[in-house]
Nanobody, 125 residues
Framework: QVRLVESGGGLVQDGGSLRLSCAAS????????MGWFRQAPGKEREFVAA????????YYGDFVKGRFTISRDNAKNTVYLQMNSLKPEDTAVYFC??????????????????WGQGTQVKVSS
């Protein structure tokens, strides 16, 4: 079993920055990929970014356009999402996810086996 705990959400002004953290514990050696998704009220869960567990490959949602960066600290088993130039439309609950298999469909939340509880990000205009 794998446990994921997110932190770092909050309220920020338009154009501001936040860094989200996702600490993984348990059987992390079985993981092949970590990802970030977000979900705004009334909308479907949306792919934000993903990284192979080794950190060698990264993926981003089309809307990111260079504003967000996913990274990890191997020693801490922690994945980060640095978010810059935030916009009000980035307001959502952000979830960390992890998968046991390297599916080519990194954007599909159904391919992730473990989820964190989510952290709220609100961007004011």
């Amino acid at each position: 079993q794998v446990r994921l705990v997110e932190s770092g959400g909050g309220l920020v002004q338009d154009g501001g920055s936040l860094r989200l953290s996702c600490a993984a514990s348990g059987r992390t050696l079985s993981l092949v990929r970590m990802g970030w998704f977000r979900q705004a009220p009334g909308k479907e869960r949306e792919f934000v970014a993903a990284m192979s567990w080794t950190g060698s490959t990264t993926y981003y949602g089309d809307f990111v356009k260079g504003r967000f960066t996913i990274s990890r600290d191997n020693a801490k088993n922690t994945v980060y999402l640095q978010m810059n130039s935030l916009k009000p439309e980035d307001t959502a609950v952000y979830f960390c996810a992890a998968t046991l298999y390297a599916s080519p469909y990194v954007w599909n939340p159904n391919n992730y086996h473990y989820w964190g509880q989510g952290t709220q990000v609100k961007v004011s205009s």
